[in-house]
């Protein structure tokens, strides 16, 4: 399996401008996570999806952010409009079921000047 | 807020030393894991251990976990110049999705 894939994996934007980062989850996993890493605030889980219904989102910033699972294969986190406190690395992670084992994507380096 | 931390905060040995870490965490858990990251890299998870056990192993890995004093231990033997890396634990709240993760251990192996 080629584990959780994340894309882009850097990405430089200017403030004001809509980024979106992308997450394919390992095959048969039935729960999704994004994280933002940062060095002020360590890891902080954004939003939860299990069987592609957003479960927990109280973890999203604000309302500039967005995340959706169309799919059991494919999750989208989106920020509009960005800003330079978003600068962090943004991971995604999937596991079996949402108490066990979370395998994490190699993250997206996100900059905003 | 359940949060684990790590103790110490950072931590340098010489190849083929052992290294341990600390992980408290403040309220009742379920399930209790431990991840590797790299720099610049993903977490890597090394092991999970459940509140009903007290130790496990997975190679030159061992994990305690003490429920009463709330608290978990990473033991690495033999360390390598490959285990530098940040350590976390993350620390479920009774049995839900909601892992929190601590503020890591740096663990750097000199050569």
């Known amino acids: 399996d080629a584990g959780v894939i994340q894309s882009p994996r850097h990405e430089v934007t200017e403030m004001g401008q809509e980024v979106t980062l992308r997450c394919k989850p390992i095959s048969g996993h039935n729960s999704l996570f994004w994280y933002r890493q940062t060095m002020m605030r360590g890891l902080e889980l954004l939003i939860y999806?299990?069987?592609?219904?957003?479960?927990?989102d109280s973890g999203m910033p604000e309302d500039r952010f967005s995340a959706k699972m169309p799919n059991a294969s494919f999750s989208t986190l989106k920020i509009q409009p960005s800003e330079p406190r978003d600068s962090a690395v943004y991971f995604c992670?999937?596991?079996?079921?949402?108490?066990?084992?979370?395998?994490f994507g190699p993250g997206t380096r996100l900059l905003v000047l | 807020s359940q949060q684990g931390e790590e103790d110490p905060q950072a931590l340098s040995i010489q190849e083929g030393e052992n290294a341990t870490m600390n992980c408290s965490y403040k309220t009742s858990i379920n399930n209790l894991q431990w991840y590797r990251q790299n720099s610049g890299r993903g977490l890597v998870h090394l092991i999970l251990?459940?509140?009903?056990?007290r130790e496990k192993h997975s190679g030159r890995l061992r994990v305690t976990l003490d429920t009463s004093k709330k608290s978990s231990s990473l033991l690495i033997t033999a360390s390598r110049a490959a285990d530098t890396a940040s350590y976390f634990c993350?620390?479920?709240?009774?049995?839900?999705?909601?892992?929190?993760f601590g503020t890591g251990t740096r663990l750097k192996v000199l050569a």
């Open positions: 992670a999937s596991s079996l079921s949402g108490i066990e084992t979370q395998y």
């Open positions: 251990i459940r509140s009903n056990e």
């Open positions: 993350a620390t479920d709240a009774s049995g839900t999705y909601k892992y929190i």
């Open positions: 999806f299990n069987n592609n219904v957003p479960i927990d």
